[in-house]
């Protein structure tokens, strides 16, 4: 099985639709066999994918592919023996949510993602949180 992190910026000043990107990558990714975690907080997203090789290969280029996405930068792409996140899930900061309610849930859908993966989400969300 692969895995990939990225992460990348809103391509407009837009505030993204994350409910419509949560849609439709729910039907694409059951489809497909992949899975994974998307933090998004309206204007960044940080995303691990994975599942079969092909599948995420191809998710990966659709996501690449997508005009709402800038600045696409791989953060890791390694080979797992087994899933990391046993469904698709997702966080999502809204403006003056209770971080601390956004960061437990981040914890808890990461205890089975290796340390590197977690590290990251979580230095992640707690940066979103100070800006």
Excluded at 3 to 22: E, F, G, K, R, T
Excluded at 54 to 83: K, M, N, Q, Y
Excluded at 103 to 128: M, Y
Aim: glycine share 6%; proline share 3%; with cysteine.
């Amino acid at each position: 099985m692969l895995q990939i992190m990225y992460i990348s910026s809103a391509a407009n000043c837009a505030p993204i639709d994350v409910a419509q990107i949560l849609t439709v990558s729910r039907r694409n990714n059951e489809r497909d066999g992949v899975t994974g975690f998307l933090y998004a907080d309206g204007r960044r997203f940080l995303q691990v994918l994975e599942g079969p090789a092909e599948a995420v290969e191809r998710a990966f280029a659709r996501i690449g592919g997508d005009t709402r996405h800038r600045a696409v930068v791989t953060l890791s792409r390694r080979e797992i023996a087994a899933r990391e996140f046993g469904d698709w899930a997702m966080a999502h900061r809204m403006p003056g949510s209770d971080s601390d309610a956004l960061l437990a849930q981040i914890a808890e859908r990461l205890e089975t993602a290796s340390p590197n993966v977690r590290a990251t989400f979580e230095g992640f969300a707690k940066i979103r949180r100070a800006a």
